[in-house]
């Protein structure tokens, strides 16, 4: 009896000393072009304080007002925390747009007049995404600078969006929700050291970064990496970049993330989480491929991806609320591992709450979690 007691001790301690959960979860509040944002805010935050979890990487959290009511709400959970100040980078002269950039025949106002000027601001975005294309890429070759500027008013009135534009007193911005990176790193336990790996000077529409954390538990140290690297938007909006495309983009942003010397380097558990928008195939779930070429270096690098052998279902979904029926079932939110056994994975925040007496989804994605054990 002795003996099976110790033993039954042992094993607790064992399994409690070094087990941490992790989760990756993007909320999808980009205010103007997912719906619902404001109201989702506070049953996302109800929702994440009821989680149980030890660090939380959020995406999508973009902007200012709602990056402080995450930190002051979740601060009494997760003590410890990690997410940058939002500042742009601007274009390089004033005003960023000339008139004969954006007036005259085939040029973007000349669209938008024509198609899309009397749609509220989130309609208006897809509107002109679908119909003003080739102006816009037009654009993109008389006037880089004023493209991605242009590009980076997603969510905003066209009208006030052309107004700056040609505002000849102040640069404009690059990036969308004023240069913010929308990442927000939660703990429960001591972050030691905090980093960012920024990819602003290969990033487009979007500041793409990575918040790198070195998390001790039990003095043993984690290395966590969060992200939300480019999305593709073919069919959606052209690339105005320097690559050839938004997957190249992508990639070379995965590229960095994999090939990290500092992280390669250290036997320490070691983790990115995050929005990689990219994923595999898998025709039992089903699920459609995103951007594989990119994808596929992880099944070549030193990281393990524990969703890959046996996925646990789409995180981006037809199924969910916010998205189209049409939309392609793909696993773009990702959990990468290194130097580490993993105990338990799981899809979280897949469930239905109520906005307007309707059932909706939490989030346009669904999130990731895992429980590991070196």
């Given at each position: 009896?002795?003996?099976?007691?110790?033993?039954?001790?042992?094993?607790?301690?064992?399994?409690?000393?070094y087990?941490?959960?992790?989760?990756?979860?993007?909320?999808?509040?980009?205010?103007?072009?997912?719906?619902?944002?404001?109201?989702?805010?506070?049953?996302?935050?109800?929702?994440?304080?009821?989680?149980?979890?030890d660090v939380l990487c959020l995406q999508e959290v973009w902007e200012k007002n709602d990056r402080y009511l995450f930190h002051d709400v979740l601060k009494e959970t997760y003590p410890h925390w990690f997410f940058t100040?939002?500042?742009?980078?601007?274009?390089q002269r004033a005003p960023s747009c000339k008139v004969n950039n954006l007036f005259g025949k085939d040029k973007f106002v000349t669209c938008l007049l024509k198609n899309c000027s009397n749609l509220p601001s989130d309609e208006s975005t897809s509107c002109l995404m679908n119909k003003c294309q080739h102006s816009l890429i037009k654009l993109k070759k008389d006037n880089k600078d004023c493209a991605n500027a242009l590009?980076?008013?997603?969510?905003?009135?066209?009208?006030?969006?052309?107004?700056?534009?040609l505002n000849p007193l102040w640069a404009q911005g690059l990036f969308a929700y004023g240069g913010s990176d929308g990442l927000m790193v939660f703990s429960k336990y001591p972050i030691i050291k905090k980093e960012v790996v920024d990819f602003s000077k290969i990033a487009t529409l979007n500041r793409r970064r990575a918040l790198k954390v070195t998390i001790e538990k039990d003095q043993k140290e984690h290395a966590v990496l969060c992200t939300h690297l480019t999305a593709n938007l073919e069919g959606e909006?052209?690339?105005?970049?320097?690559?050839?495309?938004?997957?190249?983009?992508?990639?070379e942003q995965l590229s960095i993330l994999l090939n990290d010397k500092e992280l390669l380097k250290e036997s320490r558990p070691t983790y990115i989480l995050g929005d990689l928008n990219c994923g595999f195939s898998n025709p039992t779930i089903p699920l459609e491929d995103a951007m594989v070429n990119s994808c596929n270096q992880i099944l070549e690098s030193d990281f393990f991806n524990p969703f890959y052998e046996s996925p646990v279902g789409c995180t981006f979904c037809p199924d969910n609320s916010l998205l189209s029926p049409t939309a392609s079932p793909i696993a773009i939110d990702h959990i990468l591992t290194r130097n580490v056994m993993i105990r338990?994975?799981?899809?979280?925040f897949d469930e239905l709450i109520f906005i307007d007496d309707k059932p909706q989804n939490l989030s346009d994605h669904y999130g990731l979690q895992i429980e590991t054990q070196e």
């Open positions: 009896m002795m003996k099976t007691l110790l033993c039954f001790f042992t094993l607790i301690l064992f399994e409690s000393s087990a941490l959960k992790l989760t990756t979860y993007n909320t999808g509040l980009a205010h103007g072009y997912v719906p619902l944002a404001s109201k989702r805010i506070n049953p996302i935050l109800n929702s994440l304080k009821q989680h149980d979890s100040k939002i500042k742009n980078t601007k274009t590009m980076a008013k997603v969510g905003q009135s066209p009208v006030k969006a052309i107004f700056t534009l909006a052209p690339y105005t970049g320097d690559f050839k495309n938004w997957e190249e983009e992508n990639k338990e994975k799981r899809r979280v």
